[in-house]
Structure formats: structure tokens, C-alpha cells
């Protein structure tokens, strides 16, 4: 059974930094490409981040660019954002998702992710 749980998510206020972290288990971790994906009151999903099974290839959504970090472990299973500046507009709740190994590169689309975490809540103050 595969499992994506995700931590790190709390109360932040504007120009903060906050690091969220996603543990996986029941998956080939080191092949399969993960990603952040957010979701905001009464908005849909939306990509924030991906990462390539061996690091190599990272994207972006363009609002995050220069101020988001995603970064994995392969050893501990883990897929990691660092988010810093902070703001109000970064507030909803965080996911994390892999892709089956073998079905592509990185990709921004919700629907090429098979497994999904349940989110943590990420809320920042002006």
C-alpha cells in the first residue's frame, strides 16, 4: 500500500520560511517522480513543484520561482519544500504526489499523479 504523508505545515506570517516534508512508503521512491501541489479555499488545484527521480530536472510554477525549493532524499524516502518569503497568497493546503515510475518526466498536470498525500495545512498572515 503506498502512503504519502506529509508534515511541516503551520501558522506563518508574511516573509517567513517554512520547510514541508512528505515521508513515502509502498513505492519504488527512487524512480518515481513527486510533486507539491496546493490547494486554496475555494480553488482548484494547482501544481507548485516537481522533481525528477535523480534530481536532475526541478520545475516551478512561476508565482514560487526563486523563492520555493523542492529537493528529495532517496535514502529516506522523503521529498522535501523549503518556502521562504512567505505570502498571504501562498495559503492553502499542501500535497505531495508520485508519479508511477516508468510513465514520464516531471509534469504539472494533477491527473499524471497516481498517489496523493493528504496535505498539510499551510496558512501565512499579512
Known amino acids: 500500500q503506498v502512503r504519502l504523508v506529509e508534515s511541516g505545515g503551520g501558522l506563518m506570517q508574511a516573509g517567513d520560511s517554512l520547510r514541508l516534508s512528505c515521508a513515502a512508503s509502498?513505492?519504488?521512491?527512487?524512480?518515481?517522480?513527486m510533486g507539491w501541489f496546493r490547494q486554496a479555499p475555494g480553488k482548484e488545484t494547482e501544481f507548485v513543484a516537481a522533481?525528477?527521480?535523480?534530481?536532475?530536472?526541478?520545475s516551478y510554477r512561476d508565482s514560487v520561482k526563486g523563492r520555493f525549493t523542492i529537493s528529495r532524499d532517496n535514502a529516506k524516502n522523503t521529498v522535501n519544500l523549503l518556502m521562504n518569503n512567505l505570502k498571504p497568497e501562498d495559503t492553502a493546503v499542501y500535497s505531495c504526489?508520485?508519479?508511477?515510475?516508468?510513465?514520464?518526466?516531471?509534469?504539472?498536470?494533477?491527473?499524471?499523479?497516481?498517489?496523493w498525500g493528504q496535505g498539510s495545512q499551510v496558512t501565512v498572515s499579512s
Open positions: 504526489a508520485a508519479r508511477l515510475p516508468g510513465l514520464g518526466g516531471i509534469t504539472a498536470r494533477v491527473d499524471e499523479y497516481t498517489y
Open positions: 509502498g513505492l519504488t521512491f527512487s524512480r518515481a517522480v
Open positions: 522533481i525528477s527521480w535523480s534530481s536532475d530536472t526541478t
